[in-house]
Structure formats: C-alpha cells, structure tokens
C-alpha cells in the first residue's frame, strides 16, 4: 500500500465521497490508496470503510489546521460540501475556501471540486425571472459553490471541476418521489416547466471522480458535467410506472406552488428547478451521459437505478 498514491476524501461516510472511496477500493488494478476523512471516525459508515480497506482520518471542514493534517501527504484530495446539513450558503463557501488552501499548503497534485453554477452569473439580484433569496443569492445550494470556484482556481491545488446533476435518491430520501393521492392515483410531481431534468445516482458521481483521478493532474482546469440520463417529466413518470407496478401520472408542479410547500429549502429548490426551466438546453449541455461514461463506463441510466432500487422508494 505504501508505494500507491493516496487520495483523501473529503465526505466519506456520505453519498460522493462514499461512493469514490468504494471507487477506489474496488479497482482491480489498485492504483490510489483511500484516505476516509470524517469528522466522526468511530461512526458506522467509517467503520464499515476502514473494514474495507481505507485509511480512516478525522478533519473538520470549519477547523483549516485538520484539513492540513488530514491532506498531508495526499497526491489527490476529493472536495465536496454538504449544503443540506446547515442551510448557510455563507458557512458553505468559508468551509471551500478552507479547503481549497488546505489543499495547496499540503502540497497536493490534484484537487476534484464538487460544485455547481453560480446562477447569478446569468440572473443578476435584480432579474426578476428568478426570485432573489436571502438578499443575496437566486439559488444558494449552486451560488455558494459557483463563487468558490474563483477561490480554488488561485488558492487551490491544480483543481478539476466536477459538476453532478440531480440526485436519483432524492425520490428516496427528499420525498420527491411519486405520492399516492386521496383518490388512490399515483403522482410524480415536480416543477420542471415542461423541460427535461438531468439525473444520476450518487454511488456514480464517486465512480465519475474516480475517472477524473484517473486522468491525472493534467486534467486540472477542466469542467466535467455529469449524469446518467435525461428525461423528460412523463418519462421518468413512465419509468416508474414500469418498476413500481402501479400507474404512475406527472403533475407539472407550478414553481410557485413548490416554494410553497413549506419544508426547509423549498424555496431554494424551487428556484433550482426554474433556473433549470429557464435556461433549458444551455443547462442540459452542461450535464452529459456521455461524458459521464467516458469517467465510468459502468454508469447507470435511470431505469436500470430504478430497477435496483424501486423497492426504497416511499409512495405516500
């Protein structure tokens, strides 16, 4: 294991990271060494990879000093940030930064930045196609990351740029899945403004980082833009109907109407969609099945994610 280049990974125990560490391990060809960074090494998703074969390290992306300790060393370090779990664009972009200049004080070869657009590159604060959040963001889960990218292409080691689309596991875990109505139908409701939604499972966005890494630090600068398919509302509807074994319908959710729903990042999220919606092909172009498989030719499309995992998917 010593002489094999290592790569840390930031997120570990959960969906990207987890699924480049599993990356990582399963290559016959055993190219990388895993390091599992986490802020909680004794949990049951840490233990489950240092029994797997990686090297299980604590850091914390809001203590800069454990980034270096935990990159020292690193020929490669993975960079991803959780969003969901505090819902401060502001926290979000401070815990990049940190880890964009964690990476080039280690010394590392090759940095895989997990982000997204700045959608205030094309709606400025004071276009009024899309709701302005929070005084200063359109969508803050894309905003913050978009305006780390600035910080890792100055402060940063050499950096690829990895774009994911939606998560699949969104209908298992977010409750955007199908919903059995009063009268007993079944509805995929989702506000896509009569356009088409790239999607991948998350288990491939680790298996597209491993691509990247693959590649090598000549691959640094470069945008990759992934998914395993794109679909259109009726057809992921259509789709679930095949594997759910009960009919399933699209409702067209109004933007407005999805904002409205009340749960925590319901009016981020229905800013996403429409920024999706309004933009059209010139989003799509940026997130590609074909680019996607030429970094993991094992890349699912969505009915054979579906087929794996129907079962999970809550229909209340």
């Given at each position: 294991?010593?002489?094999?280049?290592?790569?840390?990974?930031?997120?570990?125990?959960?969906?990207?990271?987890?699924?480049?560490?599993?990356?990582?391990?399963?290559?016959?060809?055993?190219?990388?060494?895993?390091?599992?960074?986490?802020?909680?090494?004794?949990?049951?998703?840490?233990?489950?990879?240092?029994?797997?074969?990686?090297?299980?390290?604590?850091?914390?992306?809001?203590?800069?000093?454990?980034?270096?300790?935990?990159?020292?060393?690193?020929?490669?370090?993975?960079?991803?940030?959780?969003?969901?779990?505090?819902?401060?664009?502001?926290?979000?972009?401070?815990?990049?930064?940190?880890?964009?200049?964690?990476?080039?004080?280690?010394?590392?070869?090759?940095?895989?930045?997990?982000?997204?657009?700045?959608?205030?590159?094309?709606?400025?604060?004071?276009?009024?196609?899309?709701?302005?959040?929070?005084?200063?963001?359109?969508?803050?889960?894309?905003?913050?990351?978009?305006?780390?990218?600035?910080?890792?292409?100055?402060?940063?080691?050499?950096?690829?740029?990895l774009m994911a689309a939606f998560y699949w596991e969104n209908f298992i875990f977010f409750g955007q899945g199908p919903r059995k109505m009063v009268d007993g139908s079944v509805v995929l409701g989702l506000p896509l403004g009569g356009g088409k939604l790239p999607g991948i499972a998350a288990e491939d966005i680790g298996r597209c980082?491993?691509?990247?890494?693959?590649?090598?630090?000549?691959?640094?600068?470069?945008?990759?833009?992934?998914?395993?398919?794109?679909?259109?509302?009726?057809?992921?509807?259509?789709?679930?109907?095949?594997?759910?074994?009960?009919?399933?319908?699209?409702?067209?959710?109004?933007?407005?109407?999805?904002?409205?729903?009340?749960?925590?990042?319901?009016?981020?999220?229905?800013?996403?969609?429409?920024?999706?919606?309004?933009?059209?092909?010139?989003?799509?172009?940026?997130?590609?099945?074909?680019?996607?498989?030429?970094?993991?030719?094992?890349?699912?499309?969505?009915?054979?994610?579906?087929?794996?995992?129907?079962?999970?998917?809550?229909?209340?």
């Amino acid at each position: 294991m010593s002489d094999r280049k290592t790569i840390a990974v930031i997120g570990a125990t959960g969906a990207q990271g987890g699924g480049l560490v599993r990356a990582i391990l399963a290559d016959p060809e055993r190219r990388f060494a895993a390091r599992a960074v986490t802020r909680k090494t004794d949990s049951d998703k840490a233990r489950a990879l240092a029994a797997a074969g990686a090297d299980v390290v604590a850091a914390d992306a809001d203590d800069p000093a454990s980034l270096e300790r935990a990159f020292a060393g690193a020929h490669g370090v993975f960079v991803v940030t959780n969003f969901w779990e505090h819902f401060s664009a502001e926290r979000e972009l401070t815990q990049a930064s940190a880890m964009a200049r964690a990476t080039k004080a280690a010394g590392v070869k090759h940095a895989v930045w997990s982000t997204l657009e700045d959608t205030r590159l094309d709606f400025p604060l004071d276009d009024p196609r899309l709701k302005t959040l929070q005084g200063k963001y359109k969508v803050p889960h894309f905003d913050a990351k978009g305006e780390a990218d600035a910080i890792f292409r100055a402060e940063a080691a050499p950096t690829s740029y990895l774009m994911a689309a939606f998560y699949w596991e969104n209908f298992i875990f977010f409750g955007q899945g199908p919903r059995k109505m009063v009268d007993g139908s079944v509805v995929l409701g989702l506000p896509l403004g009569g356009g088409k939604l790239p999607g991948i499972a998350a288990e491939d966005i680790g298996r597209c980082a491993y691509g990247i890494f693959k590649r090598g630090p000549e691959a640094a600068g470069q945008r990759f833009g992934v998914a395993g398919d794109v679909l259109s509302g009726p057809e992921y509807a259509a789709a679930f109907s095949r594997h759910l074994g009960v009919p399933v319908s699209f409702y067209d959710m109004p933007f407005d109407a999805y904002r409205a729903l009340g749960f925590p990042g319901a009016d981020d999220m229905g800013n996403m969609y429409e920024h999706h919606a309004i933009l059209g092909e010139a989003f799509r172009r940026n997130r590609s099945p074909e680019v996607a498989r030429a970094l993991n030719p094992a890349l699912q499309n969505f009915d054979t994610w579906l087929r794996a995992n129907a079962s999970r998917i809550p229909i209340g």
